[in-house]
């Protein structure tokens, strides 16, 4: 079992940064994929950004140039780094985990990130 815990998130004007953070535990290393969905309400979850574990990343193509999404691999971290905030990023940010090992996906309980415009 892998257990993940999300912080960062909170009220930010348009155009203003936010940085969130997700630690997993329950495995001494996670070998798989890391990152980031989103809900806004009455939408689907979505893809924001992962890392893939061959170090490959995945963008949403709404928050290419402006989100940036680092793997620390030594401390079962993932950050999302998000600048240029725009009122339509609002929605609460879900961390992501899928393990190669036994093909399993692990979710946080959620952030909100609210931007007012």
């Known amino acids: 079992q892998v257990q993940l815990v999300e912080s960062g998130g909170g009220l930010v004007q348009a155009g203003g940064s936010l940085r969130l953070s997700c630690a997993a535990s329950?495995?001494?290393?996670?070998?798989?994929?890391m990152g980031w969905y989103r809900q806004a309400p009455g939408r689907q979850r979505e893809l924001v950004a992962r890392?893939?574990?061959?170090?490959?990343?995945n963008y949403a193509d709404s928050v290419k140039g402006r989100f940036t999404i680092a793997r620390d691999r030594a401390e079962n971290m993932v950050n999302l780094q998000m600048n240029s905030l725009k009122a339509e990023d609002t929605a609460v940010y879900y961390c992501?985990?899928?393990?190669?090992?036994?093909?399993?996906?692990?979710w946080g309980k959620g952030t909100l990130v609210t931007v007012s415009s």
């Open positions: 992501h985990v899928h393990t190669y090992y036994d093909d399993m996906n692990y």
């Open positions: 329950g495995r001494s290393i996670i070998v798989g994929t």
């Open positions: 890392v893939i574990d061959d170090g490959r990343i």
